[in-house]
């Protein structure tokens, strides 16, 4: 189900025009069972059952994992490059996965400005296992099996939690 603006295709409804407030489904296929979603700025994304991931919305920083060719999808696409997903987060313009295995995955606009159109693994966590993600406007937060919780990215505002200004990628 989505409602709002829909300049982007967001609301996966099919076409990019003048949101709605009024609440209406997103058709995925009657085959597909979605257990878990995200929204950003102006991206969503849907986690199936089965470890699938669906992205649609702007793709104007990367975010949703599609090629540069693509700048939105105004109904849910797949996105096939990455292993079994258990969980997304959205930031305002990237996105992060974590799948079973507990290893994360990051793609859209970074910190610094870059800009990633494909997932790459966030190799500090190879040998971490990941238990949950999340993710704000232009920083990412994911939480260990140990209980440790990582923060990384913006904090002109203190949102990673250090006591600092300073953006950075940091252990809380």
Same mark, same amino acid.
């Given at each position: ?9 967001? +609301? ?8 709605? $407030?009024? %609440?209406?489904?997103?058709?995925? !296929?009657? &085959? #597909?069972?979605?257990?878990?979603? !995200? ?18 919305? !702007?793709?104007?920083?990367?975010? *949703? ?5 693509? +700048?939105? !999808? ?7 490059? *990455?292993?079994? &997903? ?11 996965? +974590? ?6 995955? %990051? ?11 494909? /997932? ?8 971490? /296992?990941?238990?949950? %993600? ?5 920083? &990412?937060? #994911?939480? &260990?099996?140990?209980?440790? +919780? $990582? ?11 250090? $006591? ?7 252990? %809380?």
């Amino acid at each position: 189900w989505s409602c709002g603006s829909n300049y982007n295709g967001e +609301l996966g409804r099919g076409g990019v025009k003048e949101g709605s $407030f009024t %609440i209406y489904p997103v058709h995925i !296929s009657s &085959t #597909v069972s979605i257990i878990q979603i !995200s929204a950003g700025r102006s991206h969503s994304m849907a986690v199936s059952d089965d470890g699938r991931l669906f992205a649609w919305g !702007s793709n104007s920083h990367g975010q *949703l994992a599609m090629s540069t060719d693509v +700048l939105n !999808s105004d109904i849910p696409k797949r996105v096939p490059s *990455l292993p079994e &997903t258990v969980q997304v987060a959205c930031g305002a313009s990237h996105t992060v996965s +974590l799948n079973g295995g507990g290893r994360v995955f %990051i793609w859209g606009q970074q910190s610094d400005g870059r800009i990633r159109h494909s /997932p790459a693994e966030i190799e500090i966590f190879i040998s971490i /296992p990941v238990i949950r %993600i999340s993710a704000g406007n232009l920083f &990412t937060m #994911v939480l &260990t099996a140990s209980g440790t +919780l $990582f923060a990384w990215g913006k904090n002109d505002e203190g949102q990673l939690g250090d $006591f600092t200004n300073r953006s950075a990628f940091a252990g %809380i």
